[in-house]
């Protein structure tokens, strides 16, 4: 699965949601209010990382397109 082949997904246990998606050569990351903001890859690990290593949100990672 390639970067632009997934849609990431980071739950709060209170239900508010990021997601982050690769976009052509960039990523953008979408609010739980809809607001899109761009960012970089670093910033998507910035974000990836502590979740994962914490626990605190639930990560799921789908595949889009093809």
């Not at 709060?12 to 990021?18: D, I």
Request: charged share 30%.
């Amino acid at each position: 699965m390639r970067n632009d082949e997934c849609k990431i997904r980071l739950i709060t246990p209170s239900g508010k949601e990021q997601v982050f998606l690769k976009e052509e050569d960039h990523w953008v990351q979408t609010s739980t209010r809809g607001i899109k903001r761009p960012c970089t890859a670093e910033q998507v690990l910035s974000h990836l990382l502590p979740a994962l290593y914490f626990g605190r949100v639930t990560t799921k990672v789908e595949r889009i397109g093809g």
